[in-house]
């Protein structure tokens, strides 16, 4: 059977249990990139991205540079999600790494783990996203592609043998 992870609302040093007040869990710090994924905006993503943040991701063909670039990526993929909650972290000097787990099309499972390494400003300057399972991935990159049609260049996004003429 398996696991069911709830999130946690923060309160200084103590927790409580509730339903999805925060989307982290266990020993997630909140971050900007949790806050930006909780706003599902542009807006969060921009304030966590210094200007030359690099993002690399499974559903992406090719890496995608520039804050702003990435932070409509982020912000549109941030909307796809039904639910996400960040489960576990990890950090070494300027590195931190997210185990998370989301639902999305109405109740497909996705799992992965990001890395980001953050400057001495307190900014992300390197983003790397791994998704799992691969059908789901690739159905979640030819969608986030057809969301942001004519913002970002749409090679950057796998197409569905459908969307190929």
């Known amino acids: 059977m398996a696991k069911k992870y709830e999130a946690v609302e923060r ?15 266990g020993n997630v710090d909140e971050q900007p990139w949790t806050d930006a994924f909780e706003k599902r905006s542009t807006d969060g993503f921009e304030a966590a991205l210094a200007p030359d943040v ?3 991701a499974s559903v992406l ?3 995608i540079v520039g804050r702003d670039l990435v932070k409509i990526c982020m912000g549109t993929a941030s909307t796809m999600y039904e639910h996400l909650v960040f489960l576990a ?5 300027g ?23 953050i400057n001495a400003a307190g900014k992300i300057t390197s983003i790397g996203i791994h998704h799992r399972p691969l059908e789901a991935l690739l159905k979640f990159s030819a969608e986030l592609g057809r969301r942001t049609e004519g913002k970002i260049d749409a090679s950057h996004f796998y197409r569905l043998p459908e969307q190929i003429l």
Do not use: C, D, H, Y
């Open 11 to 25: 309160k200084t040093t103590m927790t409580k249990k509730t339903t999805m007040t925060k989307n982290v869990a």
């Open 54 to 56: 690099v993002l690399n």
């Open 61 to 63: 063909v090719k890496p």
């Open 89 to 93: 972290q990890a950090k070494s000097a």
């Open 95 to 117: 590195r931190t790494w997210l185990e998370w787990k989301a639902r999305t099309f109405g109740g497909i499972e996705l799992a992965g783990v990001t890395v980001l390494e």
